[in-house]
């Protein structure tokens, strides 16, 4: 007997299961309208004693378009200090959004993040919305 196929899809965002949206992931009102026109919308994570990062993310599109939950985990367990990130380089793989790598750079790393060709552009425009919070530095890498 041959063994079973076994296949794994990642779960889809609750907007697209025609589900409510989580708190949070909602169209800001200041906003701009062209990124609103271009499926685009922000999801803020806050930092302690600081302004929250802006990261853009995409309505449509592939599993690095969106700010998983699990990077939300990982940029705040780094913002505990538990690993000390000054100074140090860091390398994301699949970075998607940016999250965790612009999170580290806030907190002094020399990050490079990487991901497909098609997601540069979203990590470009986080790198940029976010750069006023970075202490150490942050590029993107294809």
Known sequence: MAPAAISF???RPPWRRGGA????????????????AAGGFVREL???GGPALRLEQREAGDVGCVVWDA???LAKFLETGA??????AVL????????VGIMAATLGANVTVTDLEELQELLLVNI???????TGSVRAKG
């Open 128 to 134: 940029e919305n976010n750069k006023h919070l970075v």
């Open 21 to 36: 949206p989580e708190v949070g992931r909602g169209r800001a009102a200041s906003e701009p309208a062209a990124m609103a």
């Open 46 to 48: 806050e930092r302690r």
């Open 92 to 99: 994301e793989l699949g970075a998607g959004t940016g999250a």
């Open 9 to 11: 899809s990642p779960p």
């Open 71 to 73: 990077a939300l985990v």
């Open 83 to 88: 690993c000390p990130l000054a100074r140090r």
